[in-house]
């Protein structure tokens, strides 16, 4: 019984600094986030004098069309190359920047499932506690939902390992349950 004491008090030790680790991350993240936002809605706003100066950088070929492709992925490949064509390069940028900052927020929202999750740990006798199991599903899921966006095939992969992983979480929730039972 010792040995495994040991074991759970390095758990939440481990787990504590994790814990300390994921909240920084995640305020940095939301920091990152709003400032990222921000300058998005700020480059939107300055749409007038930007339009105006990257509209004559691009006629100088100072800045290339092939430069200019990135934002041919904000939303469909048509909005974006519309508003570069139309000379709207400020709104194209703006946009792209703030659905960055919205990504970034999703990354803080699965640090925040994660740090509780390691928080549990910390509080708990055992990882396996219904409350951990439904943060980590919430987390999990946020996952594959942020990995959607590369692609199908390594989203359904995620999603095919996040399901084997809350499987293993479930079947050791119900162990616990039957061991304190025991007791």
């Not at 934002?71 to 659905?99: H, P, Q, W």
Request: hydrophobic fraction near 50%; glycine fraction near 8%; charge should be neutral.
């Amino acid at each position: 019984m010792g040995e495994s004491n040991t074991k759970i008090e390095k758990i939440k030790k481990s787990s504590k600094a994790a814990y300390v680790v994921t909240n920084i991350a995640k305020v940095f993240l939301m920091v990152c986030s709003m400032l990222t936002i921000l300058a998005g809605m700020l480059v939107i706003g300055l749409g007038g004098v930007l339009n105006q100066s990257l509209g004559r950088a691009f006629e100088d070929g100072v800045i290339k069309e092939r430069e200019l492709a990135v934002f041919e992925s904000i939303f469909e490949r048509d909005l974006g190359r519309r508003l570069i064509e139309e000379g709207n390069y400020a709104l194209a940028i703006g946009i792209y920047v703030i659905i960055f900052g919205i990504t970034v927020i999703l990354l803080a929202l699965v640090l925040h499932f994660v740090s509780r999750i390691f928080r549990d740990f910390m509080e708990s006798y055992s990882p396996f506690r219904p409350g951990i199991l439904k943060n980590l599903k919430i987390a999990l899921v946020l996952i594959v939902i942020y990995t959607a966006q590369s692609g199908l095939g390594i989203a359904l992969v995620v999603a095919m390992a996040s399901w084997c992983v809350i499987n293993i979480f479930e079947y050791g929730c119900e162990l616990q349950k039957q061991s304190d039972e025991t007791l």
